[in-house]
């Protein structure tokens, strides 16, 4: 089963990523990150940042859930400034990190097949 989130774990407009992985006993999480974006959207004046990439894979991961691959949303970068932001989250973690707009999903592709249920 696939179910597409619409929020982060920790987002303040209410329910969110969390209890879709509880709920929906899920076995693997595809991140969406946008890394330049600082604060949620609709909530730029709340005082709540967007909390660090690797903090969230470890709250996945505590809920009992594999997060099979990043991808980064290139909003408010360039594409060199995302190509070096990928590389160095890519030296902190072996999970795959991809741009789709100008990557192959391959790797996240391969780990989603081999996901074991």
Do not use: W
Not at 38 to 62: Q, T
């Amino acid at each position: 089963m696939i179910i597409e989130g619409q929020s982060s774990l920790r987002n303040p407009s209410g329910p969110c990523g969390s209890e879709f992985i509880i709920s929906g006993d899920l076995d693997g999480v595809i991140l969406q990150h946008v890394p330049m974006r600082k604060k949620f959207s609709g909530f730029e004046k709340y005082p709540a940042h967007i909390p660090d990439i690797l903090n969230e894979v470890m709250l996945i991961e505590h809920l009992g859930t594999r997060v099979l691959g990043i991808t980064l949303n290139g909003e408010g970068a360039a594409t060199e400034q995302l190509s070096k932001y990928r590389d160095s989250l890519a030296q902190k973690t072996s999970i795959p990190i991809i741009i789709p707009m100008i990557e192959p999903m391959d790797p996240i592709i391969s780990n989603v097949l081999n996901q074991k249920l």
